[in-house]
């Protein structure tokens, strides 16, 4: 077999190549340059994005010896030879460039053995052009293969075999038994789904429960005491209210008293079902049966249905649940590794495909899996094309056009020829060969294919006998792991979705995808003309200039330049226009001077002052068009009519004739993975599935995207009920009586524009937090404020608005204990101890600290706070003197001179204990108080609102009371008067 070298040339000549570089794992904190996730360190050809590196490192999470020496006895060709380890000391892989060496030198060796190469040297350079395929990501393997492919040859480690596929379930359409099967797949569709709601919210209430046990300073034996540890019996309480069986939450209070963590729980909670995939087989015969509307007989005397009623159900079970897929013709089974083919990667820098390395690449690996498939084997593996949406933009063609199936044609009977050669050089048994497409629609990049295949293919004639099972070559979507490691914008033989891309490092966070860019220059554009699409789909990341709503606009109505600085900031960092301009952006002070808004405006329209200010709804599509971009090309106004249309978003139809052009150039199947929109009917799906089956699809999978209601439903308060109950039918006296129902929305509270709170100072796990307390006129809670001390740009701002949110909903009514339940106890950093809280001294995270904060300041709940150590005294001893001393402080440490304007009286009567509420012994329903007087042990208490409010004439403090005679006495110096 001849071995031409001119893959890792290619590779070397184009972007693709590089020195290999070792990139550093998790990110690099922007304060203090710590680098924070893992320490481990990668190679990977400089291309490689963090994405992919990191997607490499959680494949190769497999110790191998960190030392190795030939095998005895083991034959050695050209530079090739079998290792074995040495030691015991272990190491994971260190990167690509070791996965190639370990695969391709194995699969290499193999194939020296058997005979294919006359030379030592070909078998070496077989291995490095496979090498060059892979770390040039021409091709990408399975998961399997790059996990445990070869770890036999480089390291002498046991073969690990990968699991085999799972058979999906088969459903004919002329079976008896189809309709039945069919409502056994919707009916594990929602057992599926209900198992993995259960088993979430089954896991939240049991680590409660634990959580509940731990956060308990008490008595041990109290702690665990439902009857004494309210936070114990609330967390019980809502996992038994949720349906957790008695016995869990038993044996979960059980671990947690043996000390036993939250991964002991696993065994109490049902693994999640997956769903078994189905496929359904429907034979043309149905097709004709749905066309003509005839009847459609089961066989074995099955029945008989209208075809277009069953067709009808298959509809409605794929709108509802998404599956099964169809399969209108046989494909080849199956089995074996796959070999991913990155399209685009051919797409070389003179803009040309290269038919070239696409037919070496092919043969190479062929050869390569034919002579490594096992005895007996169904299929040698698999070879799947990839990227042909970002392969055919970057050529110039637009995804729904004649010429672009032409081509898609075109490159899978190219593939199919080259995998004939190899059949006839190997004797495995070869596919067959469709009918030579159009060569005179492929454009000028595609001149090579066109080349290639304006030759005549040879006569099959093998040169050996046909005793090996060849590669089946298909058109799929790679596993989301390998899909990663691509880089790729597009996957299977599915269209680019969108022109843009996320790009941290870009002005407002996307830029162009690079088969866009190509594709601009293919067709003739520009430098200056692709940086003007970009402008247009990807956006300016600025407001400089913007049409509707700009800085300059701002600046003339006299906005001054720090707030239009964290107006862009917040621009950049992808806000769009209506929220990035709020009243904390610009702060009230400008909104009231520059611009002129009242405070009710501020407080009412503060989360998005463009309306306010004046500015129209096109103002703000223009302005946010300018600075985040459309998304696509194909309304670029600067482009061309031909040339946006290449990027004109194809229709299902277009898609799924691509597939029908590929599958009639292939052997195995083209999967076809169709996404509705949300308000698809079950009569588009059936339209779908009939001209499916009039294109024959060996692989269509059809699925419906989220539809509004999802968009509705967090909005939904299902605690408090109200959508729950229905309205009580109303009787009805005269007919043709119109009943209308309007539901009235939420009034939000407005908070006074001066008001009370406080400011709270902490440290948590060592940094420093601000809680800033806003209160409504009755002492209730109505907004927070939440600053972070040196903390990055992006955590502050998550936090402000985070506190935002939590304001907005307590002014619509939201109970704060339903935020406090919600919060308390969650995990994440920074956590650890508090310093400067006298209730909190340890929490578990940042948004632990506050709510529980917030919840022992204005809730009560006493269960959330730390216990001192002198309450904790078995022993009940006060603190003598000490209780003494609240007495004599000034008032002025608990009323703000500020907010009462200086006017602090000078005849306040601090009471030397907080008032305790009336379920010690006053009125419950009215929330009064009592005053219990540490004094005398005999005296008796008073209820507050006994007093009468007017001042005592002799002392002047407020504890006047009316006698049983008419007359009023002071409780504080005990005066009477009349």
């Given amino acids: 077999m001849q071995v031409f070298g001119r893959i890792a040339q290619f590779i070397a000549d184009s972007d693709l190549g590089g020195v290999p570089e070792a990139r550093q794992l998790g990110s690099i904190d922007a304060d203090d340059g710590s680098l924070s996730g893992s320490d481990r360190a990668l190679v990977a050809p400089p291309g490689w994005s963090d994405t992919a590196v990191q997607g490499l490192a959680d494949l190769l999470d497999t110790p ?30 260190t990167g690509m460039p070791a996965v190639a060496r370990r695969l391709a030198g194995s699969l290499a060796w193999s194939a020296a053995r058997q005979g294919a190469f006359t030379t030592d040297a070909d078998a070496d350079l077989f291995a490095d052009e496979l090498s060059a395929s892979l770390t040039g990501r021409l091709v990408m393997p399975d998961a399997g293969l790059i996990r445990h492919g070869g770890v036999d040859w480089a390291y002498g480690d046991p073969a690990t075999s990968t699991s085999a596929r799972s058979a999906p379930l088969t459903i004919r359409v002329n079976s008896q038994q189809a309709p039945g099967q069919l409502r056994r797949v919707a009916e594990t569709a929602l057992r599926a789904s209900v198992l993995d709601v259960g088993a979430r919210v089954t896991r939240d209430r049991l680590e409660a429960i634990g959580e509940a046990v731990r956060r308990c300073s008490g008595d041990i034996e109290d702690c665990f005491d439902p009857r004494r540890n309210a936070a114990l019996s609330r967390a019980m309480r809502r996992a038994l209210k949720d349906g957790v069986p008695e016995e869990a939450v038993e044996r979960a209070l059980a671990l947690a008293r043996q000390g036993t963590d939250d991964d002991a729980l696993s065994e109490l909670i049902p693994d999640p079902v997956e769903p078994r995939p189905a496929v359904l087989h429907v034979p043309r015969a149905f097709t004709r049966a749905v066309a003509d509307d005839e009847a459609w007989t089961f066989e074995q005397d099955g029945g008989v249905v209208r075809a277009r009623d069953f067709r009808t159900g298959i509809a409605r079970t794929i709108w509802s649940f998404g599956g099964p897929s169809l399969a209108f013709n046989a494909s080849p089974e199956e089995t074996g590794p796959t070999i991913h083919l990155n399209l685009p990667a051919f797409f070389g ?109 040879p006569p099959f004639l093998p040169k050996a006998a046909l005793a090996r099972p060849g590669p089946t070559l298909i058109c799929q979507t790679p596993a989301s792991e390998i899909a990663g490691l691509l880089d790729a914008d597009s996957l299977g033989a599915l269209p680019v979705r969108s022109a843009v891309t996320a790009d941290a490092g870009m002005a407002g966070g996307q830029r162009l995808r690079d088969c866009a860019r190509t594709g601009l220059l293919t067709l003739g554009c520009s430098v200056t003309d692709v940086e003007r699409a970009e402008d247009h789909a990807a956006g300016h990341g600025s407001l400089r200039g913007a049409p509707g709503i700009s800085l300059e606009d701002l600046m003339e109505r006299g906005v001054p330049v720090a707030a239009l600085e964290r107006l862009e900031d917040s621009i950049a960092e992808g806000a769009s226009v209506r929220h990035a301009l709020n009243r904390w952006t610009l702060g009230d002070r400008v909104c009231r001077d520059a611009l002129g808004l009242t405070s009710d405006v501020i407080e009412r ?325 009592e005053i219990e007087d540490q004094a005398a042990s005999g005296s008796s208490s008073r209820d507050i609102s006994g007093y009468t409010g007017a001042p005592c004439p002799e002392c002047g403090h407020f504890t006047v009371v009316e006698n049983d005679n008419g007359g009023q006495t002071c409780d504080a110096c005990n005066w009477s008067g009349g």
């Avoid at 030392?67 to 060709?77: F, G, L, N, V, Y």
């Avoid at 970057?394 to 080259?418: K, M, N, V």
């Avoid at 740009?793 to 909903?809: D, E």
Wanted: charged fraction near 25%; include cysteine.
């Fill in 605 to 929: 329209h503060g989360n998005a002052l463009c309306n306010a200010i004046g500015y129209t709804e096109d103002d703000i599509r223009a302005a946010d068009a300018h600075a985040h971009g459309t998304g696509d090309l194909a309304g670029a106004p600067d482009l061309p009519a031909r040339i946006r249309a290449v990027f004109e978003t194809p229709s299902l139809q277009d898609q799924m004739m691509m597939a029908a052009a590929i599958e009639n150039q292939i052997s195995g199947y083209c999967r076809m993975e169709l996404s509705l929109d949300g308000n698809a009917t079950i009569d588009d799906v059936a339209a779908l599935i009939d001209l499916g089956g009039e294109l024959g699809l060996r692989d269509l999978s059809i699925r419906r995207t989220a539809s509004g209601l999802f968009d509705l439903l967090p909005s939904i308060d299902f605690d408090k009920g109200d959508y729950a109950a229905e309205a009580e039918p109303v009787e009805r006296i005269v007919e043709r009586t119109v009943e209308r129902v309007v539901e009235k929305p939420a009034a939000r509270r407005k908070l006074p524009d001066r008001r009370k709170g406080y400011i709270q100072k902490a440290t948590v796990g060592g940094h420093k937090v601000y809680l800033h307390t806003g209160e409504f006129d009755d002492g209730e809670l109505g907004e927070i404020f939440i600053d972070m001390h040196k903390e990055g740009a992006a955590f502050r701002s998550l936090m402000n608005n985070f506190a935002i949110a939590i304001s907005i909903g307590l002014q619509y009514g939201v109970p704060l204990e339903e935020f406090v339940d919600a919060f308390v106890y969650t995990r994440f950093e920074p956590a650890g101890a508090v310093q400067g809280n006298d209730s909190i001294q340890h929490a578990t995270s940042i948004l632990d600290y506050l709510f529980r904060e917030l919840g022992v300041s204005y809730l009560g709940r006493d269960d959330l706070a730390e216990i001192s150590p002198d309450k904790a005294d078995p022993g009940g001893l006060g603190r003598g003197v000490e209780e003494e001393k609240l007495a004599r402080e000034d008032a002025a440490k608990f009323i703000s001179r500020g907010f009462s304007r200086g006017q602090v009286p000078d005849n306040i009567l601090m009471f030397a204990n907080a008032p305790k509420k009336a379920a010690t012994g006053g009125d419950a329903t009215t929330g009064h108080y």
């Fill in 349 to 457: 820098d003179d803009r040309e495909f290269q038919a070239g390395i696409f037919c070496d690449t092919v043969r190479y690996w062929a050869i390569a899996l034919t002579l490594s498939a096992p005895k007996g084997a169904g299929s040698a593996g698999s070879i799947a094309l990839t990227g042909l949406g970002a392969l055919l933009m970057a050529g110039g063609q637009a995804f729904g056009s004649q010429e672009a199936r032409e081509t898609a044609a075109a490159l899978g009977q190219l593939a199919t020829r080259t995998l004939r050669d190899v059949a006839m050089e190997t004797g495995a048994a070869a596919p067959g060969l469709g009918e030579t497409p159009r060569l005179d629609a492929l454009p000028d990049s595609f001149c090579q294919l066109a080349e290639y295949l304006s030759k005549a293919a």
């Fill in 64 to 93: 191998r010896p960190q030392t190795t020496e030939p095998r005895k006895s083991a034959k050695t060709i050209g530079t090739l030879t079998p290792s074995c380890g040495i030691g015991e000391e272990r190491a994971l892989e």
